[in-house]
């Protein structure tokens, strides 16, 4: 669906700057379909090699093709009807705050030259999938991230595209809305067959929903594969950083809650979880080892009440801190 | 003192300073807004990049603001003969007034306009909009609270302004005041037509400033 041939990308020397490359011999490969993650830490060329999908930037050397289409090709009206079914959400999500939910969502309809019957019709039933019917007639400075993002989706969707393009789309939202917004991004991409590529510098996001990934390093992507795989057997050692990042839950425990302390606070822990251990709670400690961070991680699982319990405890000795997630 | 106020003078004044304000804060609007569009998005980065196109406008709108606004008159009545027929009046004065007020504007609309946040500029672009509809559509909308209280601000300049213009022949309560009042010694005449002058500007502010708060979704 998407295709990168040997893209390179110099923005040119201005009066107060050097010539930045900010891509360099970039080639990959993206099928219908599918869910592609590309993280990289901040520099890297993220940006720039999403907007080169969409012809937001063109690239100095190398073909961009989405669905057959040269993107670098097209004529400026070309472009505009191609940039209709390539839908796009962002980190700072990007809304018109003079319009309403409803008339954000209506925008790109318009801007197609939809009827007003249809657009009507689309746009209510694209609040109701975003869950968000109830607040169309409210103005996006009135809604939170989560629900700010979910306008974002359902305006990128207006256009039924076949690709969705996702700039750090969750990194302004906590944990918890980040995984809403995944799930989403998730069951649209199952429903309706959409190509997503998402960028980002958070392993968890890869983790939790993308099938193939890429890792950038200025302007380089040095290292590609299944998400999988390269959390098994990463190669370069900047991917072995990400991967660390999430150190994953044993698989036979996919529910449970996972604790995080410090090597300073894990006698009191230790304490706590022995009592749990007692009451018939597995704990698993990840990796057996303190990893750089000074953090070792456990990942309980039993009775939800004693899962609770244990949590209370580590309130009780104000480690609340400490807990990270509900797995 | 209030006695020897001729009333009558004082409402056709009254007429003529709102008519020349209306008049000419309608086209300032008029010429400022696409002006100020210019500005920005023919500027470096910008959907429309022109960067020589850019400077031409800048040198004019620099020029018409850094000439004061008094010269402005003199030198325009005579280009008002030409442009409406008449070198004296309410209807001549609104020529310099909209010289003066429109580059005036334009800078003010220009300055929201660079206010309107890149990202949703681009989030439209990324949607397939057209460089005219993302004037239209996004930058204009989304800067109107801030075009609405310039407007004001620029409104009460002319305010100001047309009094001046008034005392050189445009008519209207600053040449009231001047005439029937100053130079009459006519102390009431004086101070009823400044009074008018201060209740316009406060009346235009505050519907100026409830517009601009009620436009403001953010
Ligand atoms: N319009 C531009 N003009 C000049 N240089 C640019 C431009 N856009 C990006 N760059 C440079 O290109 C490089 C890559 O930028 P890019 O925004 O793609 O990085 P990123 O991986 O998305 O980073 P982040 O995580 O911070 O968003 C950076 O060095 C940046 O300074
Ligand atoms: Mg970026």
């Given at each position: 669906?998407?295709?990168?041939?040997?893209?390179?990308?110099v923005?040119?020397?201005?009066?107060s700057s050097?010539a930045?490359?900010?891509?360099e011999?970039v080639?990959?490969?993206?099928?219908a379909?599918?869910?592609?993650g590309?993280i990289g830490r901040?520099g890297?060329?993220?940006?720039?090699?999403?907007?080169?999908v969409?012809?937001l930037e063109?690239?100095t050397?190398?073909?961009?093709?989405?669905?057959?289409?040269e993107?670098?090709?097209l004529s400026?009206a070309?472009?505009?009807?191609?940039?209709q079914?390539?839908?796009m959400?962002?980190?700072?999500?990007?809304?018109?705050?003079s319009?309403?939910v409803w008339?954000n969502?209506?925008?790109p309809l318009?801007v197609?030259?939809?009827?007003k019957a249809?657009i009507r019709?689309?746009?209510?039933?694209l609040?109701?999938?975003?869950?968000l019917?109830?607040?169309a007639?409210?103005?996006?400075?009135?809604?939170s991230?989560?629900?700010?993002?979910?306008v974002?989706?359902?305006r990128?969707?207006a256009?039924d595209?076949?690709?969705?393009?996702?700039?750090?789309?969750t990194s302004?939202?906590?944990?918890?809305?980040?995984?809403s917004?995944?799930q989403?991004?998730?069951?649209?991409?199952?429903?309706?067959?959409?190509?997503?590529?998402?960028?980002t510098?958070?392993?968890?996001?890869v983790?939790?929903?993308?099938?193939?990934?890429?890792?950038?390093?200025?302007?380089?992507?040095?290292?590609?594969?299944?998400?999988?795989?390269?959390?098994?057997?990463?190669?370069?050692?900047?991917?072995?950083?990400?991967?660390h990042?999430?150190?994953?839950?044993?698989a036979?425990?996919?529910?449970?809650?996972r604790i995080?302390?410090?090597?300073q606070?894990?006698?009191?822990?230790?304490?706590i979880?022995?009592?749990?251990?007692?009451?018939g709670?597995?704990v698993?400690m990840?990796?057996?080892?303190?990893?750089?961070e000074?953090?070792i991680?456990?990942?309980?699982?039993?009775?939800q009440e004693?899962?609770?319990?244990v949590?209370?405890?580590?309130?009780?000795?104000?480690l609340?801190?400490?807990?990270?997630?509900?797995v | 003192?209030?006695?020897?106020?001729?009333?009558?003078?004082v409402?056709?004044?009254?007429?003529?300073?709102?008519?020349?304000?209306?008049?000419?804060?309608f086209?300032?609007a008029?010429?400022?807004i696409?002006?100020?569009i210019?500005?920005?998005?023919?500027?470096?980065?910008q959907?429309?990049?022109n960067?020589?196109?850019?400077?031409?406008?800048?040198?004019?709108?620099?020029?018409?603001?850094?000439?004061p606004?008094?010269?402005?008159v003199?030198f325009?009545?005579p280009?008002?003969?030409f442009?409406?027929?008449?070198s004296?009046?309410?209807?001549?004065a609104?020529?310099?007034?909209?010289a003066?007020?429109?580059p005036?504007?334009a800078r003010?609309?220009?300055?929201a306009?660079?206010?309107?946040d890149?990202?949703?500029?681009?989030?439209?672009?990324?949607?397939g909009?057209?460089?005219f509809?993302?004037?239209?559509?996004?930058?204009?909308?989304?800067?109107?609270p801030?075009l609405v209280?310039?407007l004001?601000?620029?409104?009460?300049?002319?305010?100001?302004?047309?009094?001046?213009?008034g005392?050189v022949?445009?008519?209207g309560l600053g040449?009231?005041?001047?005439r029937?009042?100053?130079q009459?010694?006519?102390?009431g005449?004086?101070y009823?037509?400044?009074?008018?002058?201060v209740?316009?500007?406060?009346l235009?502010?505050?519907?100026g400033d409830?517009?601009?708060r009620?436009?403001?979704?953010?």
């Amino acid at each position: 669906m998407i295709e990168l041939k040997g893209i390179g990308k110099v923005f040119p020397a201005r009066r107060s700057s050097e010539a930045v490359r900010a891509l360099e011999n970039v080639n990959l490969k993206i099928g219908a379909g599918e869910i592609f993650g590309v993280i990289g830490r901040s520099g890297a060329g993220k940006s720039t090699l999403l907007r080169l999908v969409n012809g937001l930037e063109s690239p100095t050397e190398g073909s961009v093709q989405v669905d057959g289409r040269e993107i670098s090709r097209l004529s400026e009206a070309e472009l505009r009807a191609e940039r209709q079914k390539i839908g796009m959400i962002f980190q700072h999500f990007n809304l018109l705050w003079s319009r309403t939910v409803w008339q954000n969502v209506a925008f790109p309809l318009e801007v197609a030259g939809k009827s007003k019957a249809d657009i009507r019709k689309k746009v209510d039933y694209l609040l109701e999938r975003v869950g968000l019917s109830e607040r169309a007639d409210a103005y996006p400075a009135q809604l939170s991230g989560g629900q700010k993002q979910r306008v974002g989706i359902a305006r990128a969707l207006a256009n039924d595209p076949k690709v969705l393009l996702c700039d750090e789309a969750t990194s302004a939202l906590d944990p918890e809305t980040t995984s809403s917004i995944l799930q989403l991004l998730k069951e649209i991409n199952e429903e309706m067959g959409i190509t997503l590529l998402l960028i980002t510098h958070e392993m968890d996001v890869v983790q939790e929903i993308c099938h193939r990934m890429a890792v950038m390093e200025e302007g380089q992507v040095i290292e590609t594969g299944e998400v999988e795989q390269l959390f098994h057997h990463p190669t370069h050692p900047l991917t072995r950083q990400f991967v660390h990042q999430v150190e994953r839950a044993p698989a036979e425990s996919p529910s449970g809650v996972r604790i995080t302390c410090s090597s300073q606070s894990f006698p009191q822990v230790w304490g706590i979880l022995q009592t749990a251990k007692n009451n018939g709670v597995t704990v698993n400690m990840l990796g057996g080892e303190v990893s750089e961070e000074d953090q070792i991680t456990f990942v309980l699982d039993g009775a939800q009440e004693e899962m609770d319990r244990v949590l209370h405890s580590l309130e009780e000795y104000r480690l609340q801190g400490e807990v990270k997630s509900r797995v | 003192m209030f006695n020897e106020v001729d009333w009558n003078a004082v409402w056709q004044a009254t007429g003529e300073t709102i008519y020349m304000v209306g008049i000419s804060t309608f086209f300032t609007a008029l010429f400022g807004i696409p002006l100020g569009i210019l500005l920005v998005v023919t500027d470096r980065g910008q959907i429309w990049e022109n960067t020589w196109l850019q400077k031409v406008a800048a040198v004019i709108v620099n020029f018409f603001r850094a000439v004061p606004f008094i010269v402005l008159v003199l030198f325009l009545f005579p280009v008002a003969e030409f442009l409406v027929g008449t070198s004296l009046g309410p209807t001549a004065a609104t020529i310099p007034l909209i010289a003066g007020a429109a580059p005036f504007y334009a800078r003010i609309v220009e300055t929201a306009l660079r206010e309107v946040d890149k990202g949703v500029v681009e989030a439209a672009l990324a949607m397939g909009t057209t460089r005219f509809r993302v004037v239209t559509k996004v930058l204009l909308p989304e800067a109107t609270p801030a075009l609405v209280s310039g407007l004001t601000v620029t409104c009460v300049t002319l305010i100001s302004f047309s009094a001046m213009a008034g005392v050189v022949g445009g008519g209207g309560l600053g040449d009231a005041a001047y005439r029937f009042g100053f130079q009459s010694f006519n102390d009431g005449m004086l101070y009823v037509c400044g009074l008018l002058l201060v209740v316009m500007v406060q009346l235009i502010q505050w519907i100026g400033d409830t517009l601009s708060r009620r436009l403001d979704k953010r």
